[in-house]
């Protein structure tokens, strides 16, 4: 079961948050074009070390990605600022969910959280986090931090992470319910997406081979409110607008309802001219756009 092409298409810009395009200046006036131009959301990734031998992430130049949700929205008003995604289980499920509730409310309640388990191992050996305990940690700092976001004196026990609260406060709480877009393809983040997640939100997926992902999650969570979010690796620059345009009506097709867009420019100013031209085609797809 598949959303109908005529859903509403929301869309968002991942910001120049690595490499030679990175900059406090370059990720301000990214979220403020965004803004201006009408863009849903903007977003940023989580890598806080990067081993010389991965192709991905492209650079090992990337801003910590709290710190720089929070630097965004000191620039914006509207825009809602998304984690694309936040690995879970390499962080202090505590620390995360307090510093997520500050951002949001930092914000006026303007925070979406895009969350995984991680796939990089040797990231994780990094931090010290076992790599093989990602899954239960994962789930485990989703109850943790739900359950800092929703209640007050706090008593559970959290075995993954050695956690335990004893009548704990965690305040302040969130403006408003944050809402969790779970990523990953694997079958576990699937069925983690429909259990816990409020949408999933995939990465670099072609349009024909979406379907199947599209399939498993609408059968469970048939709700509009359930939203299918794609990251891309689309440039305004550079790719076709034609074919951008049927990758999108192919997308809609399929059922995904929300594409992040992130352009390959590697400066500040083919960046911001390639977030222009992005919006000329999303406009041209009927995706709503605001103001």
């Known amino acids: 079961m598949a959303l ?24 301000a006036r990214a979220a403020r074009l965004a803004e201006e131009l009408g863009y849903s959301d903007v977003w940023v990734s989580d890598h806080l070390v990067v081993p010389d031998n991965v192709e991905y992430p492209p650079s090992p130049y990337v801003f910590e990605a709290l710190t720089t949700m929070t630097w965004l929205a000191a620039f914006t008003r509207r825009v809602r600022i998304g984690s694309s995604v936040l690995i879970l289980p390499m962080r202090n499920p505590v620390e995360t969910g307090k510093m997520l509730a500050t951002i949001d409310q930092l914000s006026s309640g303007r925070v979406l959280l895009g969350a995984a388990a991680g796939w990089l191992e040797p990231e994780f050996n990094a931090l010290g986090v076992p790599f093989a305990e990602r899954s239960a940690r994962m789930n485990e700092a989703l109850d943790i931090m739900t359950s800092m976001w929703t209640e007050d004196h706090i008593t559970r026990t959290f075995p993954a992470h050695g956690i335990s609260f004893a009548s704990t406060r965690a305040k302040p709480q969130p403006v408003g319910r944050i809402p969790i877009w779970i990523g990953g393809r694997g079958a576990p983040a699937l069925r983690r997406a429909v ?7 995939g990465d670099f997926i072609s349009p024909d081979d979406v379907a ?4 498993f999650l ?14 891309t690796r689309w440039d305004g620059l550079i790719d076709d607008h034609d074919e951008l345009l ?35 085609v999303f406009e041209k797809a009927g995706a709503q756009l605001h103001g």
């Open 195 to 201: 259990e816990r997640g409020d949408g999933w939100h």
């Open 4 to 27: 109908a092409s005529s859903a509403v298409l929301t869309v968002g810009i991942h910001v120049p948050q690595a490499g030679p395009a990175a900059s406090p200046q370059s990720l």
């Open 246 to 280: 049927r990758l999108i009506d192919t997308y809609r097709e399929q059922g995904v309802n929300h594409i992040v867009a992130e352009p390959s420019q590697r400066t500040m100013d083919d960046y911001l001219r390639s977030i222009e031209s992005l919006r000329s």
């Open 218 to 231: 609408r059968e469970r969570r048939p709700e509009e409110s359930f939203t299918i979010s794609m990251r």
């Open 212 to 215: 199947p992902y599209v399939r």
